[in-house]
């Protein structure tokens, strides 16, 4: 018979899209996004994998560890997904219209990802 406790933890992860996280290893998981970085395209296919929602729990799991370089790191990958955003922001007013200059799960901030 299965854990009652794992099962309640599984379940949770669920309900709380933490099932997606790209791993429970902090380290891991910045270490990932930072690699997603290097180009506009990987940073929206990162973003569209659930990947900054799962990279601000490893900041939060960072924080929490006491693992200060991980999150600070984390909180450096961020601002960069940000300056993107409002790099595609900026484009976008100059563009004509119609014209794409990224992804929009990377344009646009997700409600699932918070502040």
Do not use: C
Not at 56 to 66: L, T
């Amino acid at each position: 018979m299965p854990d009652p406790d794992a099962v309640a933890r599984a379940l949770a992860r669920l309900a709380d899209g933490s099932h997606r996280q790209h791993g429970d290893d902090p380290e891991r998981t910045v270490g990932e996004a930072e690699v997603a970085i290097g180009d506009v395209d990987s940073a929206a296919a990162f973003v569209d994998n659930d990947g900054e929602a799962a990279l601000r729990r490893a900041v939060d799991a960072a924080e929490k560890a006491g693992e200060d370089g991980v999150a600070a790191r984390g909180r450096t990958v961020l601002e960069t997904l940000d300056a993107f955003r409002d790099a595609a922001d900026d484009a976008g007013e100059q563009r004509p219209r119609g014209a794409r200059t990224t992804s929009t799960t990377l344009a646009q901030r997700s409600s699932r990802e918070g502040s």
